[in-house]
């Protein structure tokens, strides 16, 4: 007979099945909502080598109940942290595929697969042979007894490559042991591809002298770098560094980059001792800032070549604050050294204007030349039309038939003293007829017509050459005029020339250069000069009279001989006239 239960009861065991049952419908729901991502290919470790023509697919799956999918949630995918969208993508509820084809370096990297509040990432490179390099101090490596001696070195590949040690190829092992210790080290490269590790010696003894090995392996294969150790009890070789610049001098525009470069010796990578620096005007450059660029690439860092680097220094967009004296420079425990480089900055415009400004003064330079010439040979050209018409009129009017004076005297105004006290009292003593444009010359009449009174109508015309008498205009009409008329009236006896001091003969006309000189600064000269002159005067139309000079025991053989000596070599016409050019005084 069954035993009937009170509501009481009931409720009772409704309460406790309550209990009961909540936790386990709470963990089954929460097994419905878990959700997880999951990347399938590729994998970790799948190996996918660089060729031509060379594809990967990347599949992402989820795993969760029908129930929980959502038809808003989406797959995003990141690489690098940037989002990719492949155009052959295919997406699903539960999966998301893309195939990456001829795959290139900037298909590497960390690919992410995002689904609501989940994801998964899988690193992708290329399969690379590792290669083993050394990084410390170059082959070989000299100690003496008790150095710490650190090797150096750094591996590059993927996946990521183990390092190892061997000494004479047997294995050095990871730990301390015989004084060896190894450890890894900070690497400049890839944290994905590059390994860096540092075996050290901690007190080297002459025992430890010989070749160590570094030996990088991954999947793809195996590389190897040897460095040689002596220890010996004698001071171990050092040499200083040095630095040395490309050009010592760049010249540049404003708004131009401009690249400066030195090259130093000696110089060891990654050595903490080791600083490289950049001066300006002896002022540290911070070659952080944009404005700059620098670079430091080393050379022979390995097997006993010397270790070297190269400094480059760019500097963008130049401006007149880059212009001065940087310095390049290496500062390590080896010792210092630096160089210099001068950087000259010009202004484009500035150029311009200085271009246009000296074109212009050199055209007008020219045309100012060009137009002096012009009114030079206008000028020469008049006077000559001038002269020729005063010869004219005077040949046409006979004046030169009735000679009114013996001779006319030209001379410099700045020579009348050597005039006054030799000349003139010579010709005052021998009666002679002379005019001198300081005494005759008519006030108010005009120069020229007084010169062409005094040279035509005068049997005889005397140069006083001289240095004062090249430099004299007037003096220069007056020779031109006398020479004029020797040459249309055929009188080459009519003109002399007396030579008063030591003007050289290259600077006297070449016209009168043909002609016999008395020359009164001559030594030779000295007794027969008045002589010489009163004889030309005189000789022609007058009758030679020399009873004034006779005191000075000249013979009349003598003089005989002084002319036939000074015969002058007549010249035709239009020679005379072709000697003529425009001499400046």
């Known amino acids: 007979m069954m035993k009937m239960l009170s509501g009481v009861d009931v409720l009772q065991r409704r309460s406790l099945l309550s209990v009961v049952l909540c936790p386990v419908m709470s963990l089954v729901l929460m097994a419905h909502v878990a959700t997880t991502v999951r990347i399938t290919s590729p994998t970790a470790k799948q190996l996918v080598f660089k060729s031509k023509n060379q594809s990967v697919l990347f599949n992402c799956t989820i795993s969760a109940s029908v129930s929980d999918m959502h038809i808003n949630e989406t797959f995003q995918w990141l690489r690098n942290d940037v989002v990719v969208s492949p155009a052959e993508r295919e997406d699903t509820l539960q999966w998301s595929s893309f195939e990456l084809k001829n795959l290139s370096d900037k298909d590497e990297g960390k690919y992410i697969c995002i689904y609501g509040q989940n994801q998964d990432s899988v690193t992708f490179y290329f399969a690379i042979k590792p290669k083993a390099r050394n990084v410390g101090d170059h082959s070989p490596i000299f100690a003496t007894t008790d150095d710490r001696v650190a090797l150096r070195c750094e591996a590059e590949g993927f996946p990521r490559p183990q390092i190892y040690w061997l000494k004479d190829n ?66 171990s070789p050092t040499y200083k560094p040095s630095m040395s610049a490309h050009e010592p ?181 021998n009666n002679i007829n002379y005019i001198i444009h300081s005494r005759d010359f008519i006030p108010g009449k005009a120069f020229f017509d007084n010169m062409a009174d005094s040279v035509y109508n005068s049997r005889k015309v005397i140069l006083v050459m001289s240095k004062n008498y090249l430099a004299s205009g007037f003096c220069k009409d007056e020779m031109h005029m006398a020479l004029v008329r020797a040459a249309r009236n055929d009188e080459a006896r009519s003109l002399i020339v007396v030579k008063i001091d030591d003007v050289k003969p290259q600077n006297i006309p070449k016209s009168l250069r043909h002609k016999t000189f008395i020359d009164y600064a001559s030594r030779e000269e000295s007794t027969t000069w008045k002589t010489r002159i009163v004889e030309f005067v005189l000789s022609g139309n007058r009758s030679l009279s020399v009873s004034a000079v006779a005191g000075e025991g000249e013979t009349l053989d003598t003089i005989s001989l002084i002319l036939n000596k000074f015969r002058l070599k007549r010249k035709k016409k239009e020679d005379v006239w072709r000697e003529l050019p425009y001499q400046s005084c």
């Not at 015989?178 to 994905?192: A, M, Q, R």
């Not at 400094?311 to 010792?335: E, K, N």
């Not at 484009?348 to 002096?372: D, P």
């Open 170 to 235: 047997k294995n050095i092992s990871f730990y301390e042991k015989d004084g060896y210790y190894i450890n890894n080290i900070p690497t400049k490269g890839s944290k994905v591809k590059s390994i860096a590790s540092e075996l050290t010696i901690v007190a080297a003894q002459p025992d430890n002298s010989g070749e160590f090995t570094c030996v990088a392996v991954n999947e793809i294969g195996v590389s190897k770098y040897n460095i040689t150790v002596v220890v010996s009890d004698r001071p």
């Open 249 to 429: 001098k760049i010249t540049t525009d404003v708004g131009k980059d401009a690249l400066l470069s030195c090259t130093g010796e000696q110089v060891k990578e990654y050595t903490r001792a080791t600083r490289l620096f950049w001066m300006i005007n002896g002022t540290t450059l911070d070659t952080s800032a944009a404005h700059y660029n620098a670079t430091n690439t080393f050379y022979h860092q390995h097997d006993g070549l010397t270790p070297s680097v190269e400094m480059r220094l760019m500097i963008f967009d130049v401006r007149w604050p880059d212009a001065g004296v940087y310095i390049c420079g290496v500062d390590s425990t080896l010792g210092q050294a630096n160089d210099k480089i001068t950087l000259i900055v010009k202004d484009k415009e500035r150029n311009g204007i200085w271009i246009i400004l000296c074109v212009s003064v050199a055209v007008f330079v020219v045309v100012l030349i060009v137009a002096l010439c012009c009114y030079l040979i206008s000028k020469h050209r008049r006077r000559q039309r001038k002269m020729a018409m005063v010869a004219e009129k005077y040949t046409r009017d006979g004046s030169g038939e009735h000679f009114r004076h013996d001779v006319f005297v030209s001379y410099s105004s700045k020579d009348y003293d050597w005039i006054q006290d030799n000349l003139q009292p010579v010709f005052d003593e």
